[in-house]
């Protein structure tokens, strides 16, 4: 063989294989966590339009990853079994104790990257301030919940109300809804979830009560300081391109009507804005402040 010709077919070789080793660098399969904020089948259904966004734009299969709590997924991303996950701002901040993730996205609410803890009760039950939840039952949510127990404990800690000594009763419910139906069903006298504003106008309650009768028999008797909103996380070891598409694709869904729609069924958001680490540094102070040790309560809810 010519031995211009043979240096060609030996260059052409080296360039095939260094671009397949590129590629075979970038996954081929995403693999996304979601907090299971309420019941997991539903936040799996609400997700779905998404994960067909990302299936499409991506040009690679997504499978979605709903865990029976906060904790399971960040186990998952601790054990390097998620490429990107939404997490809640206690999560996030375990998360990074625990896992090699970045966070780059954080959501908003009619143009504020900020929620709030609620707590409430029924609107009859005679309850009217903090103080007055002494001696009753209670029901937190999550243990790893931001709005429903570590903000939570922290507003009870600051007006000397310890939930093991001062409470009749605890309820852990698990998630938002089961904390608001417990509430209007008189399983508890009072309990902990989220708002979306520091007022009765965009609430956890108004969203899982249907009935408008059944919202007005729910009242907040106190609501947290403004708290970091809940973010995406990608994890480091997510090749660079696909990490910036994916960003580039939730911000794109945060300008266009349809993909507001998607987020708000998803979680009750309007869109994404960038964030960083030290934007969550007020939740790691309240992790401080309730009470609750960070490696700790991880550890202590690991299965």
């Known amino acids: 063989m010519n031995p211009p010709v043979r240096f060609l077919l030996l260059l052409f070789s080296l360039l095939t294989l260094t671009g397949c080793e590129k590629s075979s660098s970038q996954p081929k399969v995403l693999r996304v966590g979601f907090v299971p904020a309420e019941n ?15 299936q499409k734009r991506l040009g690679m299969e997504v499978q979605p990853f709903v865990a029976t709590d906060y904790t399971g997924v960040i186990e998952a991303l601790r054990g390097n079994k998620l490429d990107i996950a939404f997490l809640t701002p206690a999560s996030y901040v375990l998360a990074k104790s625990e896992a090699n993730v970045k966070v780059v996205l954080k959501s908003e609410r009619k143009g504020s990257p900020f929620y709030y803890a609620a707590i409430i009760t029924r609107a009859d039950s005679g309850i009217k301030k903090l ?9 937190f949510g999550d243990p790893l919940s931001t709005s429903a127990n570590v903000f939570p404990r922290k507003m009870l800690h600051e ?15 698990g998630g938002h809804d089961a904390t608001v139906l417990a509430v209007l069903n008189g399983k508890v006298d009072a309990g902990a979830t989220y708002a979306n504003s520091p007022d009765n106008n965009d609430t956890a309650w108004m969203r899982y009560l249907k009935n408008p009768d059944d919202v007005k028999k729910i009242r907040a008797i106190a609501f947290s300081e403004p708290i970091p909103a809940d973010n995406l996380v990608i994890n480091a070891n997510l090749d660079e391109r696909t990490a910036k598409k994916i960003e580039e694709i939730f911000i794109e869904l ?3 009507a ?10 009750q958001i309007d869109g994404f804005v960038t964030a960083t680490d030290k934007d969550y540094d007020s939740v790691r102070q309240a992790f401080a402040i309730a ?3 960070i490696k700790e309560a991880l550890q202590k809810n690991r299965p």
């Not at 997991?40 to 998404?50: E, R, T, W, Y």
């Not at 939930?163 to 419910?173: A, G, H, T, Y």
């Not at 349809?258 to 979680?267: A, N, P």
Request: no cysteine; charged share 25%; aromatic share 6%.
């Open 254 to 256: 945060s300008h266009d």
């Open 159 to 173: 007006q000397g109300i310890d939930p093991v000594r001062d409470f009749k009763q605890i309820l852990n419910s």
């Open 131 to 139: 103080e007055d939840l002494r001696g009753k039952t209670f029901a």
């Open 258 to 267: 349809q993909g507001k729609k998607m987020l708000r069924d998803l979680y």
């Open 40 to 54: 997991a089948q539903q936040v799996i259904q609400n997700a779905q339009p998404i994960v067909d966004i990302l």
């Open 291 to 293: 009470g609750i040790p």
